[in-house]
């Protein structure tokens, strides 16, 4: 996208779906291209991070009807257990047999 807002640009003219020929200022396509891009940029920003859950806590969650952990610091996950009860007590587990707390 970024490159054909780019090839538009340079001619500060974008055709419509039914064919007007709409004639952007000069540098109005620009600003578009790079509010448009920015966004994009910006949707792809964040990604999941360990350092987001405290180092003592499990990333716990649930899907569908199973319940999940993840150690923080090596990333292990407990596979799927029918609580979060469960969930947390295979982190304790984990914790206690894998990095000796
Ligand atoms: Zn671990």
Do not use: K
Not at 21 to 35: C, H, I, S
Request: net charge negative; hydrophobic share 40%.
């Amino acid at each position: 996208m970024r490159d054909e807002l780019g090839v538009m640009s340079a001619s500060n003219v974008v055709r419509s779906p039914t064919g007007e020929v709409v004639r952007f200022p000069e540098g109005g396509l620009d600003n578009l291209a790079a509010a448009v891009a920015s966004r994009i940029d910006y949707a792809f920003a964040f990604r999941w991070a360990p350092q987001w859950v405290g180092r003592e806590q499990p990333h716990v969650w649930s899907e569908a009807d199973d319940w999940y952990a993840r150690c923080t610091p090596c990333l292990a996950e407990s596979g799927p257990v029918p609580s979060e009860q469960d969930a947390r007590a295979w982190h304790d587990a984990h914790t206690a047999a894998s990095h000796g707390r």
